[in-house]
């Protein structure tokens, strides 16, 4: 067991209070601070508590540190990324591909620097993704029925969006063609409809009305805020997760949480932010099926929460604990973030004292973890 050490991200839509506030430093913080990235991806290597980065340490070490098991998986690379996010501000409209899609992507722009500002795959992984609330956390996530989103469109009475909630009435391709119709309209086209929309959206004292007047004074004139009216709206409370496959559309809006994802930082994005945008490669990658529902599902064995998802690449646990200690099971590397209270994890090779916003690695031939103290506990893993 080692302290890890993350790397923070100063994306402009980062809070400048919420991991400032979490580690116990002076807020509000110098720069936005989006995410705290505890991890092997090579765009920002934690660091373990010896100095070594988290990658070249796994690159010395493959079966020490991941684990025989692990490593024939998913070969000699830690599979997920654990971060805290921050959202002072929308993140953008954005999807991830899926391990085929990022594949050939990476292959087609190998030939382009690694940092260059128009690259859209620098490594070649999918990336699906999920996030558990710490705060009170709003999101746009996956399209909702095209049905239900024309009924509230209509309901808006903008003269503009009749064409759309029409279009949408097509359930087996009002989506396909709804979003490239939206991307693809001028900027000062859709300022007009924007601003009526908002105008119309303020009136209705809902979430989803707020969400649209908020991004609407936010990008004017966007595509992307209208797309917003296509996604369903939701708003996680503490404890609560979203699950996003890889290929579903979504747009954090505001709040603080956990977030863990197979290893990739590969981002399509659509619209709300001055980043890259790359409409025809976004549709290339989108799925079009509605999300009933995109929280993900919980399940509670005394003070362990997991929501189990259909991937090998990660699992997420977050453990309350109350004082005595606690064994907890886990095959292969893990990842320990405490986001509460005073925490001490525990395994084979030693222990770490954890206080809230601070990390451990423990490798995959560490042994069983025992975790005690009083607080919360967040395990990421394979």
């Excluded at 996030?131 to 209509?154: K, N, S, Y």
């Excluded at 790359?278 to 509670?300: N, S």
Aim: hydrophobic share 45%; aromatic share 6%.
């Amino acid at each position: 067991m080692q302290g890890l050490y993350g790397v923070i991200r100063n994306y402009a839509w980062g809070s400048q209070d919420d991991i400032a506030r979490l580690q116990g430093r002076e807020v509000p913080a110098d720069l936005p601070e989006a995410e705290e990235w505890f991890g092997a991806h090579h765009s920002a290597p934690s660091t373990l508590h010896d100095g070594r980065p988290l990658d070249a340490a796994i690159a010395s070490d493959p079966a020490g540190m991941l684990g025989e098991r692990t490593l024939a998986r998913f070969g000699p690379k830690l599979p997920f990324l654990l971060k805290l996010l921050a959202a002072g501000k929308p993140l953008s409209l954005q999807a991830h591909p899926n391990a085929r899609q990022a594949h050939s992507g990476h292959q087609r722009e190998m030939r382009i620097g690694i940092d260059a500002a128009y690259r859209n795959y620098v490594d070649d992984n999918h990336k699906p993704e999920m996030l558990v609330a710490l705060t009170e956390f709003r999101a746009m996530c996956g399209f909702r029925d095209p049905l239900a989103a024309a009924a509230d469109i209509e309901a808006l009475g903008v003269t503009e969006l009749e064409g759309l909630a029409a279009t949408l009435r097509d359930r087996k391709a009002g989506l396909r063609k709804a979003v490239p119709d939206l991307l693809g309209l001028a900027r000062d086209e859709c300022r007009a409809i924007i601003d009526a929309a908002a105008k119309a959206a303020s009136e209705l004292d809902t979430d989803d009305g707020a969400d649209l007047v908020m991004l609407a004074r936010t990008y004017p004139d966007d595509p992307g805020v209208l797309v917003s009216l296509l996604l369903n709206h939701i708003t996680l409370q503490p404890g609560e997760a979203v699950y996003m496959p890889a290929g579903n559309l979504h747009a954090y809006l505001h709040g603080f949480g956990v977030e863990v994802m197979a290893a990739s930082d590969n981002v399509l994005r659509g619209g709300l932010t001055n980043k890259r945008v790359d409409v025809p490669e976004l549709l290339r990658v989108l799925d079009f099926q509605a999300m009933a529902d995109p929280r993900a599902a919980a399940e509670d064995d005394g003070p362990v929460r997991t929501w189990p998802v259909p991937i090998e690449d990660f699992a997420l646990r977050r453990v309350e604990l109350t004082g005595g200690p606690q064994t907890i099971a886990v095959d292969g590397p893990r990842i320990c973030l405490s986001t509460g209270g005073s925490v001490t994890v525990a395994d084979d090779d030693g222990e770490s004292a954890l206080a809230p916003g601070r990390a451990a690695f423990s490798t995959g031939t560490a042994g069983p973890l025992v975790a005690s103290g009083e607080g919360e506990l967040f395990i990421a893993s394979a």
